[in-house]
């Protein structure tokens, strides 16, 4: 058990619709990473966030957003979903800037 | 930009058979490098890291892998691999100023035979 929560585990809704994923990092973890994980673009960045703070953007589609709230919890919107987005999502956390990072077990969204 | 390059995206196996699994990168500054392991159904879980000092890095579960800048190369190596093994297994770098973020390569799927 790497410490990480993801909420909910499998997530199916229409294109159009909008959903959020949602993740708590080990405890003490300050930096919080979300990651998409699909066959044919295999593990891609999205975004990160450290104590509260946007700190690094990666292939984030402007259809997507994120925040990292006061307790440290972070959720990663997903909005006019596309058949495309069907993915698996990671939250990962690290506990400072640069520590290695822990895995959530991820959200399998499929958009129907 | 860095990128990861794992040479091989299958890779079958007999129980306690040695096995390597290759992992080369392409980077102009320092790096920072990762092997995680992902099971079915599961997320990542790090196997071990190279952030600096010895270039044999010990990890879990007797997996071990070597660091060589020259050939700017990080392969994972086990001596003898279990059925337990079977998983599919990522390569990632990041750089040391990058708070982080991690760039994967795309994976090799171990399968391991009785």
């Known amino acids: 058990d790497s410490g990480v929560t993801q909420t909910p585990k499998h997530l199916i809704t229409a294109t159009g619709q909008r959903v959020t994923l949602r993740c708590s990092p080990r405890s003490g973890d300050l930096s919080v990473y979300w990651y998409q994980q699909s066959l044919d673009q295999g593990l891609q960045f999205l975004i990160q966030?450290?104590?509260?703070?946007?700190?690094a953007k990666g292939n984030i589609l402007e259809r997507f957003s994120a925040q990292q709230f006061p307790d440290l919890h972070s959720e990663l919107n997903l909005s006019s979903l596309e058949l495309g987005d069907s993915a698996l999502y990671f939250c990962a956390s690290g506990e400072t800037y640069n520590s290695p990072l822990h895995f959530g077990n991820g959200t399998r969204l499929t958009v129907t | 930009a860095q990128s990861v390059t794992q040479l091989d995206s299958q890779v079958p196996v007999f129980e306690e058979a040695p096995v390597e699994l290759r992992c080369n990168y392409s980077?102009?500054?320092?790096?920072?490098l990762f092997w995680y392991v992902q099971y079915p159904n599961q997320g990542l879980q790090l196997l071990l890291k190279?952030?600096?000092?010895?270039?044999l890095v010990k990890g879990i579960n007797g997996f071990e892998a070597e660091f060589n800048k020259s050939q700017t190369s990080f392969h994972l190596r086990k001596p003898s691999v279990h059925i337990s093994d079977t998983a599919e297994y990522f390569c990632?770098?990041?750089?040391?100023?990058?708070?982080?973020?991690?760039?994967f390569g795309q994976g090799t799927e171990l399968s391991v035979k009785p």
């Open positions: 980077s102009s500054v320092s790096v920072y």
């Open positions: 190279y952030l600096s000092g010895s270039t």
């Open positions: 990632a770098v990041t750089l040391y100023n990058q708070g982080g973020k991690l760039i």
């Open positions: 966030y450290y104590n509260g703070e946007e700190r």
